[in-house]
Structure formats: structure tokens, C-alpha cells
């Protein structure tokens, strides 16, 4: 098929994704979306175009050669696909699972202009768990150089970073304060979307080959300080995200059944609530959950809510209940991507638009029982160019729920800034950071990610990662000062 | 893996374990906890710093089996190691020298507040300490408690062993008779305790320092869920306390966000002691 014309290629239809059935998949925590086949992925690999001057390349944080990687993919030469993937990118699996495609490499790509762009997301991911499964190409390192470097943070700016460093010969040593390593991809995405054993195996694969560290249980700000580690190490990398949740200032916070998005996704992706008893981690949804805010993270949560509802709703034979997704703005500036909210919408959540809980209710016993809210219109634009939410006035009504998880943003962790002076930081709380070097206000501390920019996307902070971990490469080998 | 080096049994339901933990025993000071995780399946759960060893590595800690995990915790035996250690957490006690202070342990909460006691002694205050538990078997640490404290009142519900009081009773009687002496009263205990113990204190307008033991999962700040109304402003437990000032406390909030997964710790309980039986009848067959 590799002599087909421009013509030709420009006739494949973008292969669709083979996904669960949404009837079947609100009731499991089962990966929704099940991967190309062989077939599909060269199809699809069929399509590029191979441009000279490829614009998808551009629209990559990371700068993963694309067309090269697709060229190899559907010459079938498997192994070329993962070596030329692997050269800008170590956590393929990862990515081609949870990045925006539609806003970077495929907003990009030539085909979009006409037609539908190269699903190159579903193909990076088909590389990607091709190599989890087979481990053609393992990372290599250059000869140890003696230095050492400590990596705060294993989620996605902290693993790249790390794997970048490591690959120079540099001894890495990961601090997590989790039990298990992954940062966000871990406590944050739920299973269905990233499945836990792709982030092991992505993980472990790349620790193993390159000799990296992990110190597990171990709170930077606390179990040891920035301080203390510029001590013994001779740069240190900040990727540790933004794990504070935010709540709204209003009355009846403090309920049972009101919690952050943080602590409803922690119990059940981290400790794997959604399978108590066998785990011990409890996690509980009542009849009618609403999860303020319209972001990623309250498509996760109200997901899965709707799924232990579900599955309770099996075992005990009653009406499995309700999600609502409440936003004060409208559909028009719902801020999570158009697949999530699509996927969100073919399991059954309700959205209630241009919508603001202004209180909530409790009970005598101190349990939720309802919101009140208030209807919102559009009124001129805001400092983040949308259109500021303004109060109709006397639009109040109740709105009955017995739980409610906010899921607004968060910010970074203030824990990891205890013990280290002359760290500038903004007054959101994030560190001030070169966006090209990562370095910091701190001598031999570089930052990158989340707890840079607030919270972004995961490739946004491995690309982060990846510029950090390369002035880190050039300082230690001399070439860059501080 | 944390090793366990040594297991006391305080009383039928209170266990002192010693873990092997130097990252923690490096940083620990008095009023700090720590999570633990027993294995893969496990929850997190906070528990009191109940003493460290630096030079050895070792952290001390102490709890009273109220659920499965707690319970599942004291058939753990040296040698036996457990998933998660991870600490040291929360603010340590501002200890200063403010004159005469009084040191409230009620129940497993003496373990806790031993270690402040010793840090106030050392720092020159008078100590005073009330220590108390529903009967005598589950007092534990009376010796550890009185070498720490100038003064020490014993006191049981039931009156099976020291006074038959609440300790609130002595608080209150020391506070009256040696009214604007006492400069400051730490109370750790079960909340509905150090609850009473803010009450009594606060028509006497002494500073109560309590040391909160809400609900976590990861105990840095992260998910929230150990919020409590601190003067009517949300604050974590876990990275603004554990302690606070008892006056300021929405006591009865704390109260029921504690009874928020009563049923599913109860279904965890049963669940775990029919596996317990299940392996002692295997295992008697098997003998047999």
C-alpha cells in the first residue's frame, strides 16, 4: 500500500477509534478506548502525507518527529517507529492516551485544513503500547558522570526530566510523597482513561533501563527540605505539580458529601476505592452527585461517579442516580477537551449550563441535601478573553444533592517551599521559572510544569520537563553557568 | 517496607509498635504524625508520632483498634513490615516556657500528648498532666506520664482505677482553684473529649491546644478531606494543624465528617473478622 498516491491517501477516512460500548463501559472502570489494531493503525498510517516542512511537529511540546515515525509505522517497521518515537518522547503510551491532540499535532496537520487531520494521538499510542509489550528499544545511558540530581515529583515533568538527565549519565534520584510513583497520571486520571499498568510499565521501563532512583513516602517540605537536598545533590528539579484543591468561599462547605475533585479521584484511582471492600480505601457517591466546574478533571469525576453508581446500583437492584456537571459559564467555554465532554455526554452526565452554587444545604445529621444556585448569563469578556458570568438577579432556586465535588483547578503544594529561601514565587503560588531553562530564583533549582504554569496539561509539563533537563545537562557538563 | 522491631500491648486494645523509619526518625519533633499504609490493599492512616529514636531510626507509635485497619495492625508482629511510613506531617507543638500548663491524655491520646509533656518539662514550664480512660485496662503509660509531669491526675470513667471522674472534672477544679495560674492546657483524645475539654477551658479564657484526628488520605495537603471549621474558615489538619486552638473549633462538624464512613468501616470490620475466622477453622482443620 506504501505507492498510493497523494490522491489516493487523501480518499482514507480517519480510522475511528474501536471504544467500549457507553451502555457497557458506565458500568466498569475498563479503558474506554481499546486501541487500534494493526490494520487500523497502518490504515491510518496510510494517510499522511509526509509533508517536507511538517507543521504537526510544531504543534508537539515535545517535538516528537511525526511524520518519520509514521513513515516507519506503515513500512511495518515497528522497531524504527518506537527508536524514532523515543528519541523526543519516553512516555509514548502515556501520551498518546491523554494529550490534547486536537489542539497541538493534529490541530496542526495539513489534512485538518480539508478534511479530518491524521489521528496521530491513536497512533503515537499504538507505538507506544507496542513497545510496553515487546521492549525493543530500551533507554540507554552514556557512561556515569558522577553527578547527582534530584528530581521533586514523579509525574509527567518529573519522569521526563528525570529520563532526560539520567540518559547523560547522570545519577537520578525521585522523591515522591505518594506511595507510588506517577504524580497526577497515578492519583488523578482514572483507569478508564489511563490505565494504571500502562503508567507502571511506562515507568518502570524507563527507571529500570536507566538506573533512576525512586524514593517513594518521601514529602520534600518535610521528610527532607530543598535545602538539604542542594546539600547532597548538585541540581534539583521541582516538577511537583499543583496538588492544592481549590473550594469555593461559600456557606456549608464543611458537609459530608461535599469534597474536592483531588479527594474524590485520589480514593478512587490511587487507592482504588471503586474495588472496596477488596481494597480498604472507602469512596462513596450519593443518588444525585453535581461536580462544579467543567474541566478534564470534573469529566473524570462525574465519570466516576456515574460508574459507582452504577455498580452499585447492581448489587443492590435500585435506580443508579444522577450526575450533573454544574458551570457558571456556557457549553461554548467548556474548558475540558471536545472528546471528553463528548464521552461524558454518551454515559448519560447532565450538564447544567450558565449555573453557580451560591450555598450549600445540609442536614441535621451535617450530610448534604441540596445546593442552592443561582442562573448565569454572559456579560463581557474577562481577563482570560471568555465572557465573565454575571448573576440574573432573583434567579435563585434549590437544586437537590446529596454530593457535591469541586472540581475548580488547584494549585501548587506550598508543603515542598518550606526550608527554601530565595525561591521567588507568584502570588498564584506557582514558582517563578524561565519558560526556556526552567531555572528558578534559587541557584541549581530548576522548575517545570504545573507548579510553573498552574495546572496545564500532562505533555505541556513533560515538555517543561524536557527543556529543564536540558540546561541541567548543560550546567553540569559546564557549558551553561549559573 | 517499614519493619516493626518491637510490639507492647498496652491494654486489649491499645498496641505500641516501634517501625524501623530513620527518614522520619531524622525529622520527627512532638505533636507530628505520620501516615501508614499496612500493604498494597490498605488505607492510609494517620497516627500520632508517639516518640522517635534519631541515632536508631526508629519511630514509636501507638493506636487503639477501632476498624479493620487499626485492628488488622495489632495482629502485626515484629518482623513483619508495613507498606507505608511517611512523615514526618503536620506543624510539631510550639513549645515555649508559659509558666504552669496541663496536659490532657484521654484514652489513646495519652500516647500523643507524652511526648509534649516531656517537651514542656524540658522547656521549664510546671507540668501538670490528667491522663484518663474508660477503665482501668485501658490506662497505659502512668510511670511514662508522672516521670514528665510535676503533678499527675489518674482518673477512670468507672472509677476502677484513680479518681471516678471524667478529666474534665480535675481540669476544671484546677482551673478554678488556681484561677490565672494555669497559662495554657493541651488536650489529645478522642474528639468528643477534647471537645469537653475546650468547653470546660473556655469560661476560664485558657489557651487549648487540640490535637485533631480527622479523616486523611494523603496527608500533604492534596485532597481536603480532613477540613474543619476553624473559626469558621476551612483549614487542613493535616498541613494547618494537627493542632489548633479548641475555642475556635465547629466541634460538632468534626464529629460527624469523623461518622461520614461509618457503614463502609463497619462492612470492612465484619468483612475482615469473617476472614479471620475463616483462617483460624482452615487452620484448625488442618491441625486436626
Known sequence: ???????????????????????????????????????????????????????????????????????????????????????????????????PQEVQCEAMCVLGKRGEPVAIGRLERFVGDFELAQRTCPLECCEPTGRKVAVVGTGPAGLTCAVDVAREGHKVVMFEALHAPGGVLIYGIPEFRLPKSVVHSEVDY???????????????????????????????????????????????????????????????????????????????????????????????????????????????????????????????????????????????????????PVEILGDEKGNVRGMRCVRMELGEPDESGRRRPVPIEGSEFEMEVDTVIFALGTSPNPLVFAEAEGLERTKWGTVVADPETGRTTKPRVWAGGDVVTGAATVVSAMGAGRRAAADINRFLKGEAPW | MYKIVEKEILSEVTKRIVVEAPQVARKAQAGQFVIIRIDERGERIPLTIADYERDAGLVTLIFQEVGKTTRQLGTLEPGDALATVVGPLGHPSEIENYGTVVCVGGGVGIAPVFPIARALKEAGNHVISIIGARNKDLLFWEDR?????????????????????????????????????????????????????SLTTHPFNVPTIVSLNSIMVDGTGMCGCCRVLVNGEARFVCVDGPEFEGHEVDWDNLLSRLQFYREEEQLALERWEHECRLDAALQEKGGA
Open chain 1, 206 to 356: 524507563a527507571v529500570e533501563c536507566l538506573g533512576i532512583e525512586i524514593r517513594t513516602d518521601h514529602v520534600v517540605g518535610r521528610t527532607v527540605t530543598l535545602d538539604e537536598l542542594l546539600e547532597e545533590f548538585d541540581a534539583v528539579f521541582l516538577g511537583t505539580g499543583a496538588g492544592l484543591p481549590k473550594f469555593l468561599r461559600i456557606p456549608g462547605i464543611n458537609y459530608n458529601g461535599v469534597m474536592s475533585a483531588n479527594e474524590f479521584l485520589t480514593r478512587v484511582n490511587l487507592m482504588k476505592g471503586y474495588l472496596f471492600p477488596e481494597y480498604d480505601t472507602p469512596v462513596k457517591v450519593g443518588k444525585k452527585v453535581a461536580v462544579i466546574g467543567a474541566g478534564n478533571v470534573a469529566m473524570d469525576a462525574a465519570r466516576c461517579s456515574l460508574r459507582l453508581q452504577t455498580l452499585r446500583a447492581r448489587q443492590t437492584g435500585e435506580e443508579p442516580g444522577e450526575v450533573h456537571i454544574v458551570y457558571r459559564r456556557s457549553r461554548a467555554e467548556v474548558p475540558a477537551r471536545a472528546e471528553e465532554v463528548h464521552h461524558a455526554e454518551e454515559e448519560g452526565i447532565i450538564f447544567d449550563f450558565l449555573t453557580n
Open chain 2, 145 to 197: 506520664m508522672r516521670a514528665v509531669s510535676d503533678e499527675l491526675i489518674v482518673c477512670t470513667d468507672d472509677g476502677s482505677y484513680g479518681r471516678k471522674a471524667l478529666v474534665t472534672e480535675p481540669l476544671k477544679e484546677l482551673l478554678e482553684e488556681r484561677a490565672g495560674e494555669i497559662a495554657r492546657v493541651w488536650a489529645i483524645g478522642p474528639a468528643i473529649m477534647m471537645k469537653f475539654v
Open chain 1, 1 to 99: 500500500m506504501s505507492g498510493l498516491t497523494q490522491r489516493e491517501r487523501l480518499q482514507i477516512p480517519r480510522q475511528p477509534m474501536p471504544a467500549q460500548d457507553p451502555e457497557v463501559r458506565r458500568g466498569n472502570f475498563n479503558e474506554v478506548a481499546l486501541g487500534f489494531t494493526e490494520e487500523l493503525a497502518r490504515q491510518e498510517a496510510e494517510r499522511c502525507l509526509q509533508c517536507a516542512r511538517p507543521h504537526c511537529v510544531e504543534g508537539c511540546p515535545v517535538g516528537v518527529l511525526i511524520p518519520e515515525f509514521i513513515r516507519a509505522l506503515r513500512e511495518g517497521d515497528m522497531v524504527e517507529a518506537v527508536r524514532v518515537m523515543k528519541i523526543n518522547n519516553s512516555l509514548p503510551a502515556i501520551c498518546g492516551r491523554v494529550c
